[in-house]
Every structure is written in C-alpha cells, then in structure tokens.
C-alpha cells in the first residue's frame, strides 16, 4: 500500500433526528451478500450487484467521472470507493479517458482477488474506512457508486447513520471532492430492501457537516441521484462576494 | 405583444421596488437589487452552462430571458462573444424597466407580458432562464410566493423545447431572510417531477447562498459504451 497519511479519520457526526442506540449497520454482511452475487452472475454489473439494464449501469460510471472539474490538475488521484470488480477502471480504459490515476478500495478479499488479477498494475486497498486505525492516503476525488443502494434488511435509521458515518470519514480522505449515488424518492416502485434519501435530508448534512459547495443531479433518467461534493473548485475562481440579492448594502 | 398588463397583486409586491431603485442606482445590476456586477454574471454562466453555447452549433439557441429588467443578460451575452448564439426574447413585466431594456437594445426583442395571464406560444424556444425572479418576494407571503413560481414556471414550460433554469434561494443558509424566497430542495423537485419532468439538476456550487436549478425534457445523454461481458442477459430483454 502507499505510504500512509497522518490524517486523522473524524469523529463520528450526530445523527440528525434519530438516537444512536439500534443496532448498527450490518456493512460485513453486504459484502457477503456481493460476494454471492459474483459467485452466481460472475464479472459483470449483476456479479456486482445491480439489477438495472447494463446501458444504465454504464451509465453511473460516466456519471461519476463528470464531477471533476476541468480545473483540477491532471492527473487527479481517483479512489474507487466500494469498487467490486474495478468496473470504473473498465471504463476508464474502454472510453479511452486520460488524466486518471485510479485506485481501488473494497471489503471483500474475492473482488479484490478478482481485480489484481485483472488489473496487476493498479493500486488496491482493503481497509475499513470506519475502523480507527485505518490510514489511508489522500485522493483528489473519491467516487461511491452504489454503495447506499441496497440496505439488506438493516433499518433506515441505521443505514443513515452509516451513510453519514462514511461520507465523513471519505471526505477526510479526498482532497478536492466526491461523489456518491443514492435512490430517489421520486420513483415509480420501491423494493423494502432499498435505501432511500430525500434530497433535502443529504443536503443538510452536507452543508451544514462538509461543504456549502455541492451539486445534486436527478437528471440523467435513472431512479437514483448523485451528490458531487467539493473542497475546492468553482468558488476558487471567484472574487470575494456579498452574496445576498439585497436592498441592504 | 401584450401592451395592457394589468398587474397582479402578487406581481406589484415583487416589481415596486425597481422604478425608484433604477432611479436611484442608474442602470446597473444594484439597479435591479442585486449586490454586485461578478455575482450575476456567475448566475447567468450557470444558468446558461446545460446550453453548452460556447461549444458553437448550427442554429441559434431560440431563448427565452424571462424577468430581463434593463437586459443585462444581453450585456453578459456580449462580452462573452455569445451574443450570436442566441434568438433572443426578453420579457417583464413593467414598462419602465422594459424601456431601459428597449433603449439599450434597440435591435433585440422585448415584449411586457405576465407568462400566467398570456402565456407564450407553446414550444417557441428552445430554453428558457429565469435569474433573480424568485429569490426575493417582499411583502408576499412564502405560500403566494410559491404560487407565482409554480404558476410561472408551468406557463413557461409549455413554451420551450427543451428545459429551462432559474435561480431561488437555498434552505442552506446560516440564516433566512423573511423577504427573500428560500425553496426546500424536496419541495422544488416533487413539483418539478409533477408538472415539469424528473430531470433536475440542482447546483450549490458557485459559492452563492442559492440553487440554481436546471429541468430538462430529456436525460442527460449517454456518452459511455457498455461493456461486451455485461450484454448477454440484457440484450435479450432490451434489445439494446
């Protein structure tokens, strides 16, 4: 593994309207539950997990990608957060995209097996992020495609903690910004062992734990949305502002 | 053109201000309230960003600038070398900030009109943006403020093509203010997916206290091929 940062992973955040006590998120258990998913449907989007259509699936790489800002030096350190078998990675070299330095991460030893045999020359690490003596170098941009979809039979409470929980300890980690998918609630059919989020909930953790400098799209037809999240980017180029349309000042 | 705008309440509350602010503050941006010049052109550059214009095209972008005040968008357009790419339309709703508009650009159209009353021929543009309409609502209150958006942006949606975008005030603030339109991100998107379509975009990214927000007709198009060891179970469901 590269060299190992000093960073020091944050505390755990409040959850917003919810007490903490409730058994906590099962996240070992839906490695496992991948796992047999690879076992069954082998290397494909449905040995990873999903159910849409492979267009859609191809689809949520794209989407990931399009949040980092043609400003960011190239190449920008990408981490794979959750890759399973490295599918991102696929894309990348498929579509030919240069000024990617792509890593992996993930919990399960047989998608990992899986993808340094693919791909020997890529990085991989297997750590916990939510385990405190977990250190993890730093990334420009950290990509969470797909984990908060499936929530198994764990409970909603429980799965945003986790969520909250993960997306602050990726963030510590990734120095420009991330991104992650999540269901909408504006969908046709829901499935009980599917998370969802309302847009709003996100965006008052977001703002108030990480970033005022954040970007929601629930515009490229799938029943999910992604939260881009930045450190740096557009604001940096501005002037400083008043930034209130007022009859004051 | 519509020449008689017999103005709505809600509508005087939100325009009353700007005659004596013109007056006061000359032609400018603080002229129509906002606090400075670097902050609209940012709007405008996010506002207009789905349209790609720089990118060129074979057609001028039919656009629709409803609430265009003195035309400032017309000024941004210019100095960015854009001016081009439009088939412009500016639209508002009191004469003295449409004379300014009509003074200023002489060879571009303008036309008084309240959308909801008298909307616009249905599909006649391409895109539609709305800047700074909705983010201050004065003496309404925030349910007959959410009347006038929802109202105007439904008018407006049956006249464009493709999508439209308009900027509120964000929820995620330190602090709201009581004559300002702050519009929960859940509240915009259930009426957005209602009566305009589920593509939305919301964009806090620009380091303003507000969202931006971008509704398209259509998704946003697929550039990523899929891989080959992906295809077999679908390819005899989809047939894709």
Redesign the interface.
């Given at each position: 593994m590269a060299e190992p940062s000093s960073k020091v992973l944050p505390e755990v955040p409040t959850p917003l309207s919810h007490e903490t006590a409730g058994a906590a998120f099962d996240y070992r258990g839906l490695v496992a539950a991948m796992e047999a998913n690879l076992l069954q449907y082998?290397?494909?989007?449905?040995g990873v997990g999903w159910r849409m259509?492979?267009?859609d699936?191809?689809?949520q790489?794209?989407?990931m990608l399009e949040g980092i800002l043609d400003e960011w030096a190239r190449p920008v350190r990408l981490l794979d957060f959750g890759c399973g078998a490295s599918?991102l990675y696929?894309?990348i070299r498929?579509?030919g995209l240069l000024g990617l330095e792509y890593s992996g991460l993930d919990l399960s030893s047989q998608y990992l097996a899986l993808c340094r045999k693919k791909f020997p020359g890529v990085a991989y690490y297997d750590q916990d992020l939510l385990d405190s003596a977990t250190e993890l170098p730093t990334f420009d941009y950290v990509v969470l495609n797909g984990i908060f979809h499936y929530k198994a039979d764990n409970s909603n409470e429980a799965t945003w903690r986790y969520c909250q929980q993960l997306l602050t300890g990726v963030s510590a980690i990734a120095a420009k910004g991330f991104a992650f998918n999540v269901r909408s609630?504006?969908v046709d059919w829901r499935w009980e062992y599917l998370f969802h989020l309302?847009?709003?909930q996100v965006?008052?953790f977001i703002?108030?734990n990480i970033s005022?400098?954040?970007?929601?799209?629930?515009?490229?037809?799938l029943y999910e949305y992604t939260v881009?999240v930045?450190h740096t980017?557009?604001?940096e180029n501005?002037?400083a502002?008043?930034?209130?349309?007022?009859?004051i000042? | 053109m519509v020449t008689d705008v017999s103005m709505q309440d809600d509508l005087e509350r939100l325009t009353r201000?700007y005659g004596a602010?013109l007056s006061t503050h000359g032609v400018t941006p603080g002229g129509v309230?906002?606090?400075?010049a670097?902050?609209l052109a940012?709007r405008y550059e996010v506002l207009l960003s789905p349209l790609n214009l720089a990118g060129g095209g074979a057609h001028p972008v039919r656009l629709l600038d409803l609430g265009c005040g003195p035309g400032f968008l017309l000024d941004y357009l210019q100095t960015n070398g854009l001016l081009e790419r439009v088939d412009y339309l500016g639209v508002d709703v009191t004469e003295a900030t449409m004379g300014h508009a009509r003074a200023r650009w002489p060879d571009h159209r303008f036309e008084l009109r309240d959308v909801r009353l008298h909307p616009l021929p249905a599909a006649s543009f391409d895109y539609a943006i709305i800047c700074?309409v909705f983010?201050?609502r004065y003496s309404n209150t925030h349910a007959q403020m959410q009347a006038l958006v929802e109202e105007t942006l439904r008018s407006v949606w049956m006249s464009v093509r493709t999508g439209l975008a308009f900027n509120v005030m964000s929820?995620?603030v330190d602090w709201e203010?009581d004559?300002?339109f702050h519009w929960?991100?859940?509240t915009a998107?259930?009426f957005c997916?209602q009566h305009l379509s589920?593509?939305?975009?919301?964009?806090?990214?620009?380091?303003?206290?507000e969202t931006a927000i971008?509704v398209?007709r259509i998704?946003?198009v697929?550039?990523?091929?899929?891989?080959l060891?992906?295809?077999p179970?679908?390819t005899r469901?989809?047939g894709?």
């Amino acid at each position: 593994m590269a060299e190992p940062s000093s960073k020091v992973l944050p505390e755990v955040p409040t959850p917003l309207s919810h007490e903490t006590a409730g058994a906590a998120f099962d996240y070992r258990g839906l490695v496992a539950a991948m796992e047999a998913n690879l076992l069954q449907y082998g290397d494909s989007h449905r040995g990873v997990g999903w159910r849409m259509n492979a267009r859609d699936a191809a689809l949520q790489h794209q989407v990931m990608l399009e949040g980092i800002l043609d400003e960011w030096a190239r190449p920008v350190r990408l981490l794979d957060f959750g890759c399973g078998a490295s599918h991102l990675y696929q894309h990348i070299r498929d579509q030919g995209l240069l000024g990617l330095e792509y890593s992996g991460l993930d919990l399960s030893s047989q998608y990992l097996a899986l993808c340094r045999k693919k791909f020997p020359g890529v990085a991989y690490y297997d750590q916990d992020l939510l385990d405190s003596a977990t250190e993890l170098p730093t990334f420009d941009y950290v990509v969470l495609n797909g984990i908060f979809h499936y929530k198994a039979d764990n409970s909603n409470e429980a799965t945003w903690r986790y969520c909250q929980q993960l997306l602050t300890g990726v963030s510590a980690i990734a120095a420009k910004g991330f991104a992650f998918n999540v269901r909408s609630e504006y969908v046709d059919w829901r499935w009980e062992y599917l998370f969802h989020l309302p847009i709003g909930q996100v965006a008052d953790f977001i703002a108030t734990n990480i970033s005022r400098n954040f970007t929601v799209r629930h515009d490229y037809g799938l029943y999910e949305y992604t939260v881009y999240v930045y450190h740096t980017g557009v604001r940096e180029n501005r002037p400083a502002a008043e930034t209130l349309p007022a009859t004051i000042g | 053109m519509v020449t008689d705008v017999s103005m709505q309440d809600d509508l005087e509350r939100l325009t009353r201000e700007y005659g004596a602010s013109l007056s006061t503050h000359g032609v400018t941006p603080g002229g129509v309230q906002w606090p400075n010049a670097s902050d609209l052109a940012t709007r405008y550059e996010v506002l207009l960003s789905p349209l790609n214009l720089a990118g060129g095209g074979a057609h001028p972008v039919r656009l629709l600038d409803l609430g265009c005040g003195p035309g400032f968008l017309l000024d941004y357009l210019q100095t960015n070398g854009l001016l081009e790419r439009v088939d412009y339309l500016g639209v508002d709703v009191t004469e003295a900030t449409m004379g300014h508009a009509r003074a200023r650009w002489p060879d571009h159209r303008f036309e008084l009109r309240d959308v909801r009353l008298h909307p616009l021929p249905a599909a006649s543009f391409d895109y539609a943006i709305i800047c700074g309409v909705f983010n201050v609502r004065y003496s309404n209150t925030h349910a007959q403020m959410q009347a006038l958006v929802e109202e105007t942006l439904r008018s407006v949606w049956m006249s464009v093509r493709t999508g439209l975008a308009f900027n509120v005030m964000s929820k995620h603030v330190d602090w709201e203010r009581d004559d300002l339109f702050h519009w929960p991100l859940d509240t915009a998107m259930a009426f957005c997916r209602q009566h305009l379509s589920r593509h939305v975009t919301f964009r806090l990214d620009y380091g303003l206290w507000e969202t931006a927000i971008q509704v398209s007709r259509i998704p946003a198009v697929r550039s990523s091929k899929v891989p080959l060891n992906w295809l077999p179970d679908d390819t005899r469901k989809s047939g894709a």
